[in-house]
């Protein structure tokens, strides 16, 4: 089953459905909606960072050499420092 967060499999479980639900079995693999509801039921904390509602993406683009050599050489931020001048340079020409 492929994750689709709208589908109804996305879906947390109803009081109803876990009050009637099966002991888990140790050798059953679980769904990821199932996953998610045993991890409620135990009280464990969402792992890892919280979603971004605008999360970046990755992107491949050719350089010349020279320039991301220098770009690289102004040390550890590089990146955001390059997100940071492509939105100044949107905010201007757009």
């Known amino acids: 089953m492929e994750y689709a967060p709208d589908s109804a499999a996305a879906a947390p479980f109803t009081k ?4 009637n639900s099966a002991p888990v079995d140790a ?3 679980l769904s ?3 996953m998610q509801a045993l ?3 135990a009280g464990a904390k969402a792992r890892g960072r919280p979603r971004k509602a ?9 350089l010349d050499a020279d320039l991301l050599d220098a ?3 102004t040390g550890k ?4 420092r390059i997100n940071a001048v492509l939105r100044q340079w949107m905010a201007q020409y757009s």
């Open 39 to 41: 991890a409620e039921f």
């Open 16 to 19: 109803a459905e876990l009050e």
């Open 54 to 62: 605008r999360p970046k993406v990755n992107a491949t683009f050719r």
């Open 77 to 80: 931020g590089w990146q955001t």
């Open 32 to 34: 990821r909606r199932e």
């Open 71 to 73: 770009i690289r050489a």
């Open 27 to 29: 050798g059953k693999i």
